[in-house]
C-alpha cells in the first residue's frame, strides 16, 4: 500500500463526512511527510489520522483512537468516532458519536480503513432501503435479502473476520495476516532522527503481503518458476539461525591456487559447518516458493551447489557473466563427515578457473544469517589446470 496515495484517497472521502477543517499537519501526512506511531495526545492528531489506532495502523483521517489516548474523543471527534461506531469499536467516548452512521460517506471510509486494518465490517443497509424496510410486509423481502449484500465486503475483508474467529484454523492455507505476525517494526524508515548518507527504508504495515500487487501485471510472480525475464517474490525470507549457528564453508579440492592436471576427472570437495545440506526441492516447479527452515539443531536446511567458471587469467579484475559457466552442479546428497563432493566427470581444460559454492536452502534460495555483519556462508578458490 502505497502511504501517501492511501491517505489522499482518505481525505477526499473524509471531505464528505465531516464539516470540520483539517489541520494543516494532516496536509503534511498526506504528503507522506510526518508519521506518528505513538499514542494520539490531541485532537488534531486523531483528526489527521497518524497517530496510533488501536490496531497500530495510521488510516487517514477517518481514525478511531482509544478515549485514553488524549484526542479523538475528547473533543473534536467526528468523522473519527462516527467511522469507529460503524466498524463496530468501542474506541469512542460516550457521547461522540454524531449524525447518521449509515449515511454512504461513512459506510465507505468505514469499509476502506477496515480493508487497511484487518477489521471485520458489515456494511448498513444503505438509506434508500430503509422505506421498504418500514413498509408493510411487501417491504420484507428486500430486508431480508440485506445478507447478500454483505458477502462482497466480507470478501473484501475476509483476513480480518478469520483473525478474529479463525481459531483452529490452517495458518497456511488461510487467506488471512493474523495480527500476531505483524511487524511494526516494518513501518519505521529507520531515519528517526535522519542519517546522513542513510536511505529511508520502505515501509509497510501489512508484512509486504501485497508488494508484488504494485508490479502486475508487467513483472508475473515467480510462482514456483525460474522466470528468465525476471520476477516477483511473495516468499517470506523465513527462519533466521542464530549467530552460533550461522553456516561457513571452505573448499577442501582444489585449494586456492592450486594447479590440477587437465582434462582428469576429479571430486571438488567443500568442507561445510552448521548446515543441513542434502534436502531440495523441484527446482522447475518450487522454486524459491517456501521461506527457509532450520532442523532441530537450528541448522539451516537445505544444500549446496559448486560452480566452476572459466577465467582468462588467475589475476583477471574483469567480473565475470553470471549466464556463462564450465561446471554446475548441485550436490544432492547429504555432505559426509561435514563434506560435500560434486563429481567434475571430464576435469577441466588447460586454464584458469574460479570454483565457488552456493549456498541454499531447500528451496534454492540463497541462506540469509540473523545479522548484518558475518563472514561469508560460502567460499570461492581460484586454480589452474595444466
Not at 55 to 67: D, E, H, I, M, S
Not at 177 to 200: R, Y
Request: some cysteine; proline content about 9%.
Amino acid at each position: 500500500m502505497k502511504f501517501s496515495a492511501t491517505l489522499a484517497s482518505l481525505s477526499l472521502l473524509a471531505v464528505s463526512v465531516s464539516a470540520h477543517r483539517l489541520p494543516s499537519r494532516y496536509a503534511a501526512a498526506r504528503r507522506g511527510d510526518q508519521f506518528v506511531t505513538g499514542p494520539c495526545t490531541t485532537d488534531s492528531d486523531c483528526q489527521q489520522g497518524c497517530c496510533g489506532f488501536t490496531t497500530g495502523k495510521c488510516a487517514g483521517p477517518a481514525v478511531a483512537q482509544t478515549n485514553g489516548s488524549g484526542g479523538c474523543g475528547f473533543g473534536t471527534a467526528a468523522p473519527n468516532c462516527n467511522v469507529a461506531k460503524a466498524l463496530g469499536l468501542s474506541d469512542c467516548v460516550a457521547g461522540a458519536v454524531n449524525g447518521d452512521i449509515t449515511s454512504p460517506a461513512i459506510q465507505q471510509v468505514a469499509a476502506l480503513v477496515a480493508q487497511l486494518n484487518n477489521l471485520p465490517f458489515t456494511p448498513a443497509a444503505p438509506a434508500a432501503a430503509a422505506p421498504p424496510a418500514a413498509a408493510p410486509p411487501a417491504a420484507a423481502p428486500p430486508a431480508a435479502e440485506a445478507p447478500a449484500a454483505e458477502a462482497p465486503p466480507a470478501a473484501n475483508n475476509a483476513g480480518a473476520g478469520a483473525a478474529a474467529g479463525g481459531a483452529g484454523a490452517d495458518a497456511q492455507t488461510s487467506l488471512t495476516l493474523d495480527p500476531a505476525v505483524i511487524a511494526k517494526g516494518f513501518a519505521d524508515d529507520g531515519q528517526n532522527p535522519p542519517t546522513a548518507g542513510q536511505t529511508a527504508s520502505k515501509t509497510t504495515t501489512n508484512n509486504w503481503i501485497n508488494f508484488c500487487k504494485l508490479t502486475l501485471p508487467g513483472t508475473p510472480l515467480t510462482d514456483g518458476k525460474q522466470v528468465q525475464g525476471g520476477s516477483c517474490n511473495p516468499t517470506p525470507m523465513g527462519l533466521l539461525p542464530s549467530i552460533e549457528k550461522m553456516p561457513s564453508a571452505k573448499f577442501n579440492f582444489p585449494k586456492n591456487t592450486d594447479s590440477i592436471n587437465a582434462n582428469v576427472p576429479f571430486n571438488a570437495s567443500l568442507n561445510v559447518l552448521n548446515f543441513q545440506t542434502g534436502v531440495f526441492t523441484n527446482a522447475q516447479k518450487t522454486y524459491f516458493s517456501a521461506p527457509q527452515t532450520l532442523n532441530a539443531q537450528g541448522e539451516i536446511i537445505g544444500h549446496t551447489h559448486i560452480v566452476i567458471e572459466t577465467l582468462q587469467s588467475i589475476d583477471q579484475i574483469t567480473p565475470t557473466d553470471p549466464k556463462k559457466f564450465f561446471f554446475f552442479k548441485g550436490v544432492d546428497d547429504p555432505a559426509q563427515n561435514g563434506i560435500a563432493i560434486a563429481f567434475v566427470a571430464k576435469g577441466v581444460p588447460v586454464g584458469a578457473y574460479r570454483m565457488c559454492s552456493i549456498n541454499t536452502s531447500a528451496n534454492h534460495s540463497p541462506v540469509v544469517g540473523p545479522i548484518a555483519q558475518h563472514g561469508s556462508f560460502d567460499d570461492c578458490v581460484y586454480f589452474t589446470a595444466k
